[in-house]
């Protein structure tokens, strides 16, 4: 049996998150009017770091192929007390199955422009797969407010987040860092899912590259948020041009001219990212319950975590035998339920939104009188399946939008599950990994994909995509909530054996 579904633009997703959640690591110089304002009174590291004028253009390359460009800037704008104005702009286009997949995603800060200068305001635009908002944030010491718009919506004011740690020098770590040559930590305002995340930088010995056919001494700075835990690799020339920056080993970004940036190769990008395997996996992995064992190469040791699905057998030669396997939950509690990690996978966010009145009117209506968490569960799974149409180009990056437009991939049948589960008091949260898929091409192979996890009594994993209460033994996991964590494991993970 094969699945006739593409699973899910998830690599594309994590990709793009990773990219957005990362810190600015390229600025331009003040302008000189900028400068004698900034001069009359201290300013931030960040200011003082050198950088090239105007801004600057990067192709970003998947694996050696061109998805995207991405420009930065960074200046001080004039006036007393000065302030600190930083532009991010990251365009993301690929093939995604037969679609062209297009995300873009433009974000303006200013911050105070003293050291340790406050982050004051935020515009982040949002267009292309995945919705349109714009977000328009004032921070203030009290916390941070943000409206959100949204075509053919009223304006929305969301609750008021705590106050946010970023300062000015969060704007560009790897300069700073650089510039006092000593390790910074900080903190950035995600632009996705407006919480708030640590940033560590550290300075790392020069290295000689070949940048253009010229052999030159690079500064180097690896900087890691807590979000992603993906190491970001930037290097610099001494005259602070950043030439290079490596987001893992998945995804790099090169500097080029504006015209060179902006012209993408055309990728597709299930092709490029897939694991192919040596041979198909045998029905039992279809079964419940059911199991598969798989030999691995390229999978850290961060992912190997021994659940209730997942074991793992180191081997002598580096790699790890993994055995998958499914069961129905033999634990099964009524409501209420508390959530067993404190509360998140209950929690209602910018993303999952399972305090919206539509998503909890629709779950009122699917729970009725049934108190069984795993019943709950249950009809939740079929509704989705049975009510999204499955249309791998209609994205969304919201609950509401994924209910309003009831048509997507497998991400899209993920974000609503998990907000009709959390509305109706189940803890629920994502799982990202891949899927066992033969396609047109005959070729066996795991593919990216997203599905659920609720808490029912104990954790269980369902599929709504494909109508699966158990989520089957051919779903092999690796981190959860839509993360880029994954991102390490595109183009490095290999399966060498299946057993």
Known sequence: ????????????????????????????????????????????????????????????????????????????????????????????????????SERMHDEERIYEAKPGGRLLSFVV???????????????TADGVQVVRKRPSRPDETLPRLPPT???????????????????????????????SYGLSTTVEPEE?????????????????????????????????????????????????????????????????????????????????????????????????????????KPRPDGGVEVTLSAAAPKARKPLPLKDPEGGENLKSTLVVESDAPAIRALAKQLVGTEKDAYRIAQKVNTWVYSNLEKDYGASADRATDVLSQKKGDCTEHSLLSVALLRAAGVPARRVDGVIYMVNQDGVPALYWHEWVEAFVGEWTQLDPTFNQVVADATHFAFGKEGNAEITP???ALKVTAVK
């Open 1 to 100: 049996m094969t699945r006739t579904h593409r699973p899910t633009s998830l690599a594309l997703v994590s990709l793009c998150a990773l990219l957005v959640g990362a810190p600015s690591a390229l600025a331009r110089a003040p302008a000189p009017a900028a400068k004698a304002a900034a001069a009359q009174a201290p300013v931030s590291d960040v200011v003082k770091a050198a950088r090239p004028k105007g801004g600057e253009y990067f192709g970003l390359y998947l694996m050696d192929k061109k998805v995207g460009w991405l420009f930065t800037d960074l200046e001080v704008l004039p006036g007393q007390p000065a302030r600190v104005k930083t532009t991010n702009q990251l365009v993301f286009k690929a093939m995604v199955g037969s679609r062209v």
């Open 208 to 312: 000689q590259r070949t940048i253009n056919g010229v052999r030159v001494k690079l500064g180097k700075a690896v900087t890691v948020s807590e979000k992603e835990k993906v190491p970001v690799v930037s290097y610099l020339t001494q005259r602070g041009e950043m030439v290079l920056v490596d987001y893992g080993t998945t995804m790099q970004a090169r500097k080029e001219t504006e015209a060179v940036a902006k012209r993408l190769d055309l990728v597709e990008v299930f092709g490029l990212t897939r694991v192919v395997l040596p041979k198909p996996l045998p029905e039992s992995a279809r079964a419940v319950p059911g199991h598969v064992t798989l030999v691995v190469q390229g999978l850290p040791a961060k992912f190997q975590e021994q659940t209730y699905r997942q074991r793992f």
């Open 165 to 195: 740690k970023e300062r000015v020098e969060d704007a560009d770590p790897p300069r700073v860092a650089l510039l006092r040559k000593a390790k910074v930590t900080g903190f950035s305002l995600d632009g996705m899912d407006l919480e």
């Open 125 to 139: 635009k949002q267009t292309g797969d995945g919705g349109t908002q714009t977000l328009e944030g004032t921070a």
């Open 489 to 491: 494991l595109i183009g």
